[in-house]
């Protein structure tokens, strides 16, 4: 069974930057694809970004390209999302999300609030 655990979510002013981090129970060299995903309050929960074992990256649309970047780290079993320029309509909870084998894994969600 994998696990998987984010962090790095917090309460953040509209401008301002987070780092989220997702720290898998296995090595991530073994997943397909990893990826987060967000969930706004009565909103259905959409993909943010990707990124494949080779490092390839592909984002939900050019203005979270502008504004995230997400990246692994294969030696720390970790995956990061770098958030910059916060929008109020970034609030939502972030999670984590790890393919292996046709199987799809979920972190527990880090809740991110951007708010003067």
């Known amino acids: 069974q994998v696990q998987l655990v984010e962090s790095g979510g917090g309460l953040v002013q509209p401008g301002g930057s987070l780092r989220l981090s997702c720290v898998a129970s296995?090595?991530?060299?073994?997943?397909?694809?990893m990826g987060w995903y967000r969930q706004a309050p009565g909103k259905q929960r959409e993909l943010v970004a990707r990124i494949s074992t080779g490092g390839s990256t592909w984002y939900a649309d050019s203005g979270l390209r502008d504004r995230f970047t997400i990246s692994r780290d294969n030696a720390a079993n970790t995956v990061y999302l770098q958030m910059n320029s916060l929008k109020p309509e970034d609030t939502a909870v972030y999670y984590c999300?790890?393919?292996?084998?046709?199987?799809?894994?979920w972190g527990q969600g880090t809740q991110v609030t951007v708010s003067s």
């Open positions: 999300k790890a393919d292996l084998g046709g199987v799809s894994y």
């Open positions: 296995a090595s991530i060299i073994r997943f397909q694809m």
